[in-house]
């Protein structure tokens, strides 16, 4: 009898250790703690400054992509389409608005990625727009010294979204020219989720410091970089906190060559 009372307090702790444990803060902030299954690691290929300085021929594969993490945004080779990976699929944007798959040969030139794990979750249930819903973010990060990864569900009222225009060699303009002259696809009542990451100022040319989101609906028809937006409310925010940042830098004569001379950075908020 003892004996069996032992295995059924060893199994009650057994279940009780692997469920999911969630603690909601004053703020409405709820935190979730689970047993970590994936490296918590931001994980970046190539540089920002690299990527302004007409770095656009890249040799990272979508298949090696996917083996970094679950969610990222980025460019593929040439600038031939934004990127944007939900549940592990990388997503084209090209000028045009097509969006496909990534295929597992195709290459990237520039990526941000994260195997996302929930740390905190909220919801904004009033109106915002992209600058007030950045405002709203900043006071529920536990810290700006850190790196955080999000995913952010809803409906949006309103949407501009940008893309790329694919390049050729030889490259001659670099981002600061190419972006304020990006496709804009916009839209109205688009449901879908915005992929994005948070980097502390300290991260200087390296990445983009703030925040950066990509776009992707769900049902597949509208997507890219997030320029503007309006929602009213119950947008579902989820974040993870990471501490390890690990970098990977194109291994091509186009980096080997590249003169760090321009610099440029989104709307720092």
Excluded at 187 to 207: D, L, Q, R, S, V
């Amino acid at each position: 009898m003892r004996k069996l009372t032992l295995i059924s307090i060893c199994t009650l702790y057994f279940f009780i250790s692997c469920e999911q444990q969630k603690e909601k803060d004053s703020s409405g902030i709820t935190a979730v703690q689970e047993e970590s299954t994936k490296p918590d690691t931001y994980y970046q290929y190539s540089i920002w400054w690299a990527f302004v300085n007409k770095v656009f021929d890249g040799d990272l594969t979508v298949g090696e992509l996917k083996t970094k993490g679950n969610v990222g945004l980025g460019s593929f080779d040439f600038l031939d389409g934004e990127m944007v990976m939900l549940d592990g699929i990388p997503y084209r944007i090209r000028e045009n608005g097509e969006i496909s798959e990534g295929k597992d040969d195709e290459e990237i030139v520039y990526a941000n990625a994260a195997f996302f794990e929930e740390d905190a979750q909220f919801v904004i249930n009033h109106s915002v727009n992209f600058e007030t819903f950045r405002s709203e973010i900043n006071k529920a990060l536990p810290s700006t010294n850190f790196f955080y990864a999000f995913k952010i569900h809803g409906v949006f009222k309103t949407l501009k979204l940008g893309g790329l225009n694919k390049q050729s060699k030889p490259f001659v303009d670099g981002l600061d020219v190419l972006i304020p002259n990006r496709p804009v696809f916009e839209g109205e009542n688009i449901t879908g989720t915005m992929i994005g990451f948070f980097c502390p100022e300290f991260i200087g040319n390296i990445n983009v410091a703030g925040y950066h989101f990509h776009f992707i609906a769900d049902d597949k028809k509208i997507g890219g970089h997030v320029m503007e937006f309006e929602s009213e409310g119950s947008l579902i925010v989820l974040l993870d906190k990471m501490k390890d940042y690990h970098f990977a830098l194109p291994d091509n004569e186009d980096f080997e060559n590249v003169r760090l001379n321009k610099e440029f950075q989104y709307k720092k908020n």
